[in-house]
């Protein structure tokens, strides 16, 4: 049996979307993976922070969490650590970097992932503005001391989309990557299908935990121009901006544009797309009527819908959940099951 010791920098949504996978299937994964994962430091920026070198059981971190808001109404040896000193001094085999962190400068998350690497931890991190930004850079430093740096849940939850693209269908010949790619969105606009209200859509994205810290992100396409970045740099090959991706987000989009399109059998849904041609790359995220018929249309609620177009294959597509609490810690999960498979 492996051992890896975690520390959890980040104690939101996905953090406890992993403490409850790890909780609930931990036995599970050490039968069928020989891996053990013991959480041994969590911290946050306003929940206080814990370090205890022997680890922490997943489900008394929950529950102090949920009866208290607070983390460090958990016993520990080590109150109050900040990320440097959970990064240079605890023990963590593995950093699982998941603070709040700002989408267009990728702060904190990259420093703390920098940082952890140059201290030779793995790193796991669903934050897309780092990798967004500086992938290849992080990437080549990951390599270089030897550690992996695993970005599964950045793109479509724990839906295995890159790692599918990356390993089984870059070369069937990817020339264009389409879909909806914002869970949040793409639950607001079924739920305004459906006659909720825009604000009460949101509000009801915001309890289930698939909108960012702040949902401007979301509604106003960020979240989704940072994806196709990500899918670009680590698909095709191709380095792509924020500023390259043609950028339109649903906070224009009335009820009564819903019900219009409802009566010519159409819906509204937010679709990006990434595209290389010999010469250039081109992308773009915007909102757009499609027939019902149309594959997407009936991707609903916070799924996800991913398609490559392929050379060899022609068009392969992936539908699963791509934002939520467990289902991001579930991309975590994969990632560290990935380490160990590495470590064999
Ligand atoms: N806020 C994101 C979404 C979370 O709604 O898709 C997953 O990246």
């Known amino acids: 049996m492996r051992t890896y010791r975690l520390a959890l920098i980040g104690f939101g949504n996905v953090g406890q979307g992993l403490a409850t996978i790890l909780r609930d299937q ?29 680890g ?9 969490y949920e009866e208290t808001q607070r983390i460090d109404t958990v016993p520990a040896p080590n109150i109050g650590w900040d990320v440097p000193q959970v990064i240079y001094e605890s023990n963590a085999d593995v950093i699982v970097e998941l603070t709040s962190s700002d989408l267009l400068s990728g702060e904190p998350a990259a420093g703390y992932i920098r940082a952890a690497l140059r201290q030779d931890r793995h790193v796991v991190t669903t934050n897309k503005g780092p990798i967004a930004l500086f992938y290849p ?3 080549a430093a990951a390599a270089e001391r030897g550690v992996m740096l695993g970005v599964e849940g950045t793109v479509m939850g724990g839906t295995p989309l890159l790692r599918v693209g990356r390993e089984l269908l870059t070369t069937a010949g990817i020339s264009r ?19 909720e ?69 159409e819906v509204w849904k937010m679709v990006g797309w990434v595209e290389r041609t010999p ?19 009936s991707v609903n609620g916070a799924t996800n819908a991913v398609t490559f177009v392929t050379k ?9 959940p791509g934002a939520g609490r467990v289902e991001t810690g579930y991309a975590v999960l994969s990632d560290l099951l990935e380490i160990n498979r590495r470590m064999i």
């Open 26 to 54: 931990g036995q599970m994964i050490a039968d069928k993976h020989g891996a053990e994962y013991r959480i041994v430091a969590v911290n946050t920026g306003r929940h206080g922070s814990i370090y205890n070198p022997e």
């Open 56 to 64: 922490f059981d997943p489900g008394m971190l929950l529950a102090a």
């Open 137 to 139: 850079e992080l990437s």
């Open 177 to 195: 990557v389409q879909g909806i790619l914002n869970g949040t969105t793409n639950y607001i606009l079924t739920r305004m299908a459906d006659g």
């Open 197 to 265: 209200s825009y604000k009460s859509a949101l509000k009801e994205a915001q309890e289930k935990g698939y909108a960012e810290a702040n949902p401007i992100a979301d509604v106003d396409g960020y979240d989704a121009a940072v994806k196709l970045v990500i899918l670009s740099n680590l698909l095709l090959g191709v380095p792509l901006q924020m500023s390259n991706v043609e950028r339109e987000g649903i906070r224009d989009l009335s009820s009564k544009d819903i019900v219009r399109a409802q009566k010519v059998g």
């Open 279 to 297: 010469e250039m790359v081109r992308a773009s995220v915007k909102p757009i009527r499609l027939p019902a018929a149309h594959p997407l249309a």
């Open 312 to 320: 060899l294959l022609g068009d392969v597509t992936i539908v699963g």
